[in-house]
């Protein structure tokens, strides 16, 4: 049957209109692409007016260093023996040992407590508060732009003898095959770099027990506890099951010997080492036992002195062993004490 002029018309018309209706559908696809630009140009505008509002805020609280300076040179005009100066946040110490330099020493820098001191300066910054600091009101008070500083007196100090100091003085032994046999004092060895990887800063003098393990010696240093503060204590490496002992003669008694000890923080945090044994020894004689576990962190112990020893002087030792003694590098402080 022939086709008329009607059908064919309608015939070439739909290819027509299906074209005009991919093409129709392919803008409507291709629109949201042509707005995409400019959505993108205000998100782009948004985040960087956050950023600007940011490092507004930021800079409007951060202390610039002259304020930090200005600070500290009142806190030296009215220093006296016997102060310590402490920083919050934590996080603030190198702002603070910058401008304090010489009124920061390692000591100071690495103390377990407050004990050796009869004031207390404490500088912050953004309201923070050192915990540190006694719950008392502070003698005094002064801002230094963004920079605050507070004194408190502190409890006459109860600090006779600070075994850290007199490390140098110290007997010490290690104990092989039953016998104790004395660690010889070095000027030097090695290595003081200390920090990350590296271990305690080694300071010198230092008693080194046996040259075939030179991580086995006993002396003061630095080093950092599991929370990351700065320590000053006496370096004593357990060797294990057997003893290295620190003894220092003609000790003056207080009360009690008080001690604090842990782990180089790098090995302690992975909770996986050996336990750590510390005894006190009075005269020969236990008087007190510390078990240190990682995860403790820097551990407190108070060993009490026999009442009829109160006020004489006697020979106190430390003792330290692990039974597993694979990067046990212990540290201690310690001091003898009167009642405060």
């Not at 074209?19 to 505008?45: F, G, H, N």
């Not at 003085?169 to 290690?174: F, G, L, P, S």
């Not at 204590?233 to 620190?246: F, L, N, R, W």
Request: net charge negative; proline share 5%.
């Amino acid at each position: 049957m022939a086709e008329t002029a009607s059908q064919t018309s309608d015939r070439e018309a739909a290819p027509r209109d299906a074209e005009t209706s991919t093409r129709a559908e392919a803008d409507r696809a291709v629109e949201p692409a042509r707005k995409t630009p400019s959505r993108l140009w205000w998100a782009v505008l948004a985040i960087g007016l956050v950023e600007i509002l940011g490092q507004v805020v930021i800079e409007a609280r951060v202390a610039p260093r002259t304020e930090w300076q200005e600070a500290l040179a009142g806190v030296r005009e009215e220093w006296r023996e016997g102060d310590a100066i402490v920083v919050a946040p934590l996080w603030a110490d190198p702002l603070l040992r910058e401008a304090a330099g010489d009124l920061v020493d390692r000591a100071m820098a690495g103390h377990s407590d407050l004990a050796a001191y009869d004031r207390l300066w404490v500088v912050s910054i953004r309201g923070h508060r050192s915990d540190e600091a006694p719950e008392g009101a502070p003698e005094l008070t002064r801002d230094v732009g963004r920079v605050r500083v507070e004194r408190w007196d502190l409890p006459t100090p109860s600090v006779l003898y600070d075994f850290v100091a007199h490390v140098g003085e110290a007997h010490v032994t290690r104990r092989a095959n039953g016998q104790d046999l004395a660690c010889r004092t070095v000027s030097s060895m090695g290595s003081t770099q200390g920090g990350l990887s590296n271990g305690p800063i080694e300071g010198a003098p230092r008693h080194l027990c046996d040259p075939s393990q030179p991580w086995l010696w006993v002396g003061a240093t630095t080093t950092m506890d599991l929370e990351l503060r700065g320590r000053h204590c006496v370096s004593q490496h357990a060797q294990g099951s057997d003893p290295i002992t620190t003894s220092y003669d003609d000790v003056p008694l207080g009360t009690a010997i008080v001690l604090y000890g842990g782990v180089w923080w790098e090995r302690e945090r992975w909770r996986n080492g050996g336990d750590v044994e510390v005894v006190v020894r009075l005269d020969g004689e236990e008087i007190g036992r510390m078990t240190h576990h990682d995860g403790d962190g820097w551990k407190r112990m108070e060993a009490a002195v026999p009442e009829a020893r109160v006020g004489t002087r006697g020979r106190v030792s430390v003792d330290v062993m692990a039974a597993d003694p694979m990067f046990r590098a212990f540290c201690w402080a310690g001091s003898s004490r009167s009642a405060s």
